[in-house]
């Protein structure tokens, strides 16, 4: 695991309501589920028994990740900066060969959701244009290279 996770104040919170509802909500349900389980008897043969240890294994696991990353967390200040491209940087980018256009907001590996527009910091297309002008052309090293142009940072 990394030292740092870069979030948003936004994507902290989100992270803290998560880890909240598991340790408050979901571990009492999945004890509940254990605990009419082992009423069946015999747990050497109770599929349900095996399937709420799974879950509860997952959930154990899953608040042990957030307790990490709330506790390593490091706010990402939105840069005010529209002259280079910076984590917290929204940015309109056009692929060179195609001529798309697509916006993304440069965001923490935690956040990252390419489908709503917020790419991870360690992609390697936010590493090819983070620290970059607008104007620029970039190679963004992938299993096929290509290149794409800073068209703005809004």
């Known amino acids: 695991m990394e030292d740092k996770y870069y979030v948003t104040e936004e994507g902290l919170q989100k992270l803290k309501e998560e880890y909240d509802n598991l340790v408050h909500k979901v571990r009492d349900e999945v004890k509940q589920e254990l605990k009419e389980a082992r009423a069946q008897g015999d747990l050497s043969e109770n599929a349900d028994y095996d399937a709420a ?3 509860q294994a997952q959930v154990e696991s899953r608040i042990t990740q957030l307790e990490y990353q709330i506790k390593n967390a490091e706010i990402i ?24 256009k697509l916006t993304y907001t440069i965001v923490g590996s935690v956040e990252a959701d390419p489908l709503a527009g917020k790419l991870s910091n360690v992609t390697p297309l936010a590493e090819a ?8 052309v970039v190679t963004v090293e ?5 290149e794409v142009k800073i068209l703005r940072i809004l």
């Open 53 to 55: 240890r799974d879950r």
């Open 77 to 100: 200040v939105e840069s005010k900066s529209t002259k280079y491209v910076r984590l917290g940087s929204t940015v309109e980018i056009q692929e060179m060969d195609t001529k798309n």
């Open 129 to 136: 244009i983070l620290d970059q002008k607008v104007g620029t």
């Open 142 to 146: 992938a299993k096929v290279p290509y």
